[in-house]
DNA sequence: CACATGACCTAAC
DNA sequence: TGTTAGGCCATGT
């Protein structure tokens, strides 16, 4: 299976692949992961437009913040905190 | 090419 | 501590 797009997005959907369970990553952190700290805004867009949800974990990523920051895949940011909670990524309480 | 959009981040009040 | 304003980047129209 190959990702097709920009260079960019390619940079991004790779690195939420290299995200093991039960771990998140904040939009900051894939954005310094491909040479661009700055350009979290456009690894949330990379994210938002990924092309197979199921094969990439783009509910591990979160906002620096703590926060789940969104989920346009499928069913919404609340399937997106369940599943954080199912991974023990996200507080229940 | 210019404008508008979005799942962001940091600083300031 | 909570809210507001500005900046930053890639993509689509």
Redesign the pocket.
Known sequence: MKLV?????VKVWSELQKIPYGEVR???QIAESIG?P?????????????PHPPLIP??R?V???G?L?????HGGTSE?MKLLIKESVFPSD
């Open positions: 797009g920009t260079e960019f997005q904040t939009y900051k661009s700055k350009s979290s805004r456009a690894v949330a867009n990379a994210c938002a437009k990924n783009c509910h990523v906002r620096s913040d926060g920051g969104g989920y346009s895949a997106k």
